[in-house]
């Protein structure tokens, strides 16, 4: 057996492994973005774990050092090409895994996309509602003159995560029926810092074809890079951490001369996902959806129709 077809064979075990132990990701292929550990996780020692709240009723994940692409493959007939990854939001210290994650997903499959979920690698915030509390704390002192050391290094390892997964996906795009130039990363709030990250700074292989940082994301002063690609970007008014960023980064876009789509809803504060609060900001994921159509993204061509 070539060294390939192990490594091949040894993901699709890790995969399926992984699908049986986690109860949230039943059903789903679950596909490790590394063979055997993330590059700089070697000492990690912190044990993945899902909660639930405390302020909702939503799923969270946290402490994960074992990154991973949940996939979200459509049916034959409906395939037409286009993946998406998405970087669900939380701070970099747990992940709204439902709301901007599995939601998205499942909106995306029943369009013809594949979708994937990233899980990228978290800060280790304890095991306990009380450590993690704690650890917030810890973090909300830091200063760009007294940066959290350890938050900047977990920050580098997600990017870096985001990188890898567009490299996997570009690598079986084959195996899953998808045109290795129609590849999209999309994510929200510390999704969007992961995804615009990736986006200023990649490789060939590692260059996501579009993006949508959602109310997360900006360039940090640097220049638009000449291969920057199309972005999608939504966010409302009333978001304070993210709402005149997002309006930046736009005209930064055009500035360069890239296509940019914004959208800007009164209302929906931060973090609103695929919640429905019923206001207009509900309707994001459906301009999304428009703003695709109109790049010819849910359109198949001949050569997308090869499927899993």
């Avoid at 700089?40 to 405390?54: D, F, H, L, T, Y």
């Avoid at 939001?89 to 994937?116: C, N, P, S, T």
């Avoid at 996997?168 to 709030?189: C, H, N, T, Y």
């Avoid at 789509?261 to 509900?282: A, N, T, W």
Wanted: charged share 20%; glycine share 10%; hydrophobic share 40%.
């Amino acid at each position: 057996m070539t060294k390939t077809k192990l490594i091949m064979a040894g993901c699709g075990i890790a995969a399926l492994l992984l699908s049986i132990s986690s109860p949230v990701l039943a059903q789903q292929p679950v596909i490790p973005l590394y063979l055997g550990v993330a590059p700089g996780s070697e000492n990690a020692r912190q044990k993945e774990r899902e909660v639930i709240g405390p302020t909702d009723n939503q799923p969270r994940i946290r402490n994960v050092t074992q990154p991973t692409l949940a996939a979200y493959l459509p049916d034959r007939d409906k395939a037409n090409g286009t993946a998406i990854i998405i970087a669900p939001g939380g701070g970099f210290m747990h992940l709204a895994i439902k709301k901007e994650g599995y939601d998205v997903a499942r909106w995306l499959q029943a369009r013809g996309v594949a979708a994937f979920v990233l899980k990228y690698r978290l800060i280790n915030t304890g095991e306990t509602e009380e450590e993690y509390q704690k650890r917030s704390a810890e973090l909300a002192r830091a200063t760009p003159s007294q940066p959290n050391l350890e938050r900047q290094t977990v920050i580098a390892q997600a990017v870096a995560d985001g990188r890898q997964a567009i490299r996997l996906v570009r690598q079986r795009a084959a195996e899953w029926g998808i045109a290795p130039d129609r590849i999209g990363l999309m994510g929200f709030s510390a999704g969007g810092i992961l995804t615009m990250s990736v986006v200023m700074k990649h490789d060939a292989e590692s260059r996501p074809n579009f993006a949508a940082p959602i109310y997360g994301g900006s360039t940090e002063g640097q220049a638009v890079p000449a291969d920057a690609p199309p972005l999608f970007i939504a966010v409302a008014d009333d978001d304070r951490a993210f709402s005149a960023s997002s309006a930046k980064l736009y005209l930064e876009w055009k500035a360069a001369a890239r296509p940019a789509e914004l959208h800007i809803y009164s209302q929906g504060g931060h973090g609103f996902g695929m919640s429905k609060r019923g206001l207009p900001v509900d309707g994001w994921i459906d301009r999304f959806g428009d703003w695709l159509r109109q790049q010819g993204l849910l359109t198949a061509t001949p050569s997308t129709r090869v499927h899993q």
